[in-house]
């Protein structure tokens, strides 16, 4: 079975400053990735995801991700900052060829953006 | 283009009762899938429907079920409520079982007293 670590619960930081949020995964096999943002009282919104190909995969909103295939790290990067960015951040797999193709979500991080 | 839409927003219920929880999919996707977010933490799968029939379901006991109908929408039925099934339930939809990903709706939050 896969699992995701997201290392840190929160992450605060300065506007305009650049931020990582980390994310590793744990699967005996291939596996999707994806990073949700969720903003409060809202679902789920898609920022990117890796399905195949290049390892360096750009979002929405400025954000970008890098797998790392031997380091099962899936890290979220984005170089500056918003308040708006103020928000819970997901980082979720899914596996290869899986019937239902279920995600298994990480604890989430909070980014907190300070002025 | 309407997202995924789910009712009611918010509801309170009693330990002991029975809940429905309802979800339209997004214009074009045939799959459904419920989650279960407690606060504070990531969502936790509970089941996908496709073609009607559940296809896949995650750690959750049978107090939980759910139906889609023809028309691709979903429900998601809770029995015996305990404290602990208090809740945002999300509700995601996508195209053939998630190959591409879901989009998901903004939740109903359960609260059981």
């Known amino acids: 079975a896969q699992s995701v670590t997201q290392l840190d619960s929160q992450v605060p930081v300065f506007e305009e400053a650049p931020v990582e949020l980390r994310c590793n995964y744990s699967?005996?096999?291939?596996?999707?990735l994806f990073w949700y943002v969720q903003y409060p009282n809202q679902g789920l919104q898609l920022l990117l995801k890796y399905l195949s190909g290049s390892t360096l995969v750009k979002g929405i909103n400025g954000f970008e991700a890098e797998f790392n295939k031997s380091q099962t790290s899936f890290h979220l990067r984005k170089p500056s900052v918003h308040i708006s960015d103020t928000a819970e951040y997901f980082c979720?797999?899914?596996?290869?060829?899986?019937?239902?193709?279920?995600?298994?979500f990480g604890g989430g991080t909070r980014l907190m953006v300070k002025p | 283009d309407a997202g995924v839409t789910q009712s009611p927003t918010h509801l309170i219920k009693t330990r002991g009762q029975q809940v429905t929880l309802r979800c339209s999919p997004k214009s074009g996707h045939d799959t459904v899938s419920w989650y279960q977010q407690a606060l504070g933490q990531g969502p936790q799968f509970i089941f996908q429907y496709y073609e009607e029939e559940e296809r896949q379901r995650g750690n959750f006991p049978d107090r939980f079920s759910g139906h889609q109908f023809p028309n691709y929408s979903s429900e998601l039925n809770v029995n015996a409520l305990l404290l602990g099934d208090s809740a945002l339930y999300l509700c995601a939809s996508s195209i053939d079982r998630g190959s591409y990903g879901y989009t998901f709706g903004s939740g109903t939050r359960l609260t059981v007293v």
């Open positions: 979720a797999v899914t596996l290869f060829n899986n019937a239902g193709n279920m995600l298994t």
């Open positions: 699967s005996s096999v291939s596996v999707y």
